[in-house]
């Protein structure tokens, strides 16, 4: 099983971009979904955007469509998403989790985790 570390976070204004790194233990060419994850304050963990390491196939949350971007380097075993107007409910802590399938909205609304690494926080304030 994969296992990640989370970069990238930090604190920003509305308005404003970041771009999350999450490099893996190993190599993410196999049959993977990779996600991006996330925990805001009193909340449970939720699937915000989701890439197929085989296809490419991706999938977004509604609130995310046309502000963020997920994408992948498999060269350097890195998924990456680019968040773009950021807003404070996008407040939280971000993470990144891979399941053995290439079903990226499955993974993404339905999917399971039990094992979360330490995260990257995101702040959204002005």
């Known amino acids: 099983q994969l296992q990640f570390v989370e970069s990238g976070g930090g604190l920003v204004q509305p308005g404003g971009s970041l771009r999350l790194s999450c490099a893996a233990s190993?190599?993410?060419?196999?049959?993977?979904?990779i996600g991006w994850f996330r925990q805001a304050p009193g909340k449970e963990h939720e699937g915000v955007s989701c890439i197929s390491s085989t296809d490419g196939d991706t999938y977004y949350r509604n609130y995310t469509k046309g502000r963020f971007t997920i994408s992948r380097d498999s060269a350097k075993n890195t998924v990456y998403l680019q968040m773009n107007s950021l807003q404070p409910e996008d407040t939280g802590v971000y993470f990144c989790?891979?399941?053995?399938?290439?079903?990226?909205?499955?993974?993404?609304?339905?999917?399971?985790?039990?094992?979360w690494g330490p995260g990257t926080q995101v702040t959204v304030s002005s």
């Open positions: 190993g190599s993410i060419s196999g049959y993977y979904t």
């Open positions: 989790a891979s399941a053995p399938t290439n079903m990226v909205q499955s993974v993404c609304l339905f999917w399971r985790f039990t094992d």
